[in-house]
Structures are given as C-alpha cells and as structure tokens.
C-alpha cells in the first residue's frame, strides 16, 4: 500500500489542523492505521493508533482529549484532527499501516511496515 500524508502547515498556539492520508493500491480496510510524529533532534513517537474499522484507538497522552484520529474507508482515508495546538506539537507527521487479520491497535513504530512521506506542522506561540 502506499501512503500519501498532507494537510501540514503553520498554525498559531491554540490553533487547528486536519492531517489527511490516503491509501492506495491496496484494500485499505485490511490494515491498522496510526500517526507518529518526530521533532527535530527526538525519536519517531506515537501519537494515535486506529484499529481497522475504527472501534478501537490509542492516544499519546500528551494529545489525549486535543487530537482526534478517523478513519473513512470508503475513500481510502485516516484523519488526525489536532486541536488546541501547542509549540512541543511542532514536528513532522507521518502516517503508518501494517495488514492485520484482528481489529486491534498497534502502537510500536517498528511494527509498521508502510509509511507515508511526512508532512510538517509548525504550531508558533
């Protein structure tokens, strides 16, 4: 499968942004979906997993109750809607899939076996 991530950009403290990714050259339901970001100078981190129909989630708990992963898989596509952005939300964001026959969440980075090009979100104070 392969990834395409955008809807990065520059935002204002409190701000928000949707992240998009789409799917393609796959059946994009079979897969566990997540979005990890990594800041200049830090490791790759999780920041929310989606499981294959979208019952399930996990959240970093720095982002608990501000960002919001979806999924829509009639168009191929997971969502990340961050809210009330901080300045530590500055980072590149990449989406991930890995092929799983369960509906469970996977939250390890190394576990993912596609990911998408990144998109950068600057957040200013």
């Known amino acids: 499968v392969q990834l395409q991530a955008s809807g990065g950009g520059l935002v204002q403290t409190g701000g928000s942004l949707r992240l998009s990714c789409v799917a393609s050259?796959?059946?994009?339901?079979?897969?566990?979906m997540g979005w990890f970001r990594q800041a200049a100078g830090k490791e790759r981190e999780l920041v929310a997993a989606l499981s294959r129909s979208g019952g399930t989630t996990e959240y970093a708990d720095s982002v608990k109750g501000r960002f919001t992963i979806s999924r829509d898989n009639a168009r191929n596509t997971v969502y990340l809607q961050m809210n009330s952005l901080k300045a530590e939300d500055t980072a590149v964001y990449y989406c991930?899939?890995?092929?799983?026959?369960?509906?469970?969440?996977?939250?390890?980075?190394?576990?993912?076996?596609?990911w998408g090009q990144g998109t950068q979100v600057t957040v200013s104070s």
């Open positions: 991930a899939a890995i092929e799983r026959l369960s509906d469970i969440v996977v939250l390890r980075a190394s576990s993912y076996k596609y």
């Open positions: 050259g796959s059946t994009f339901s079979r897969y566990v």
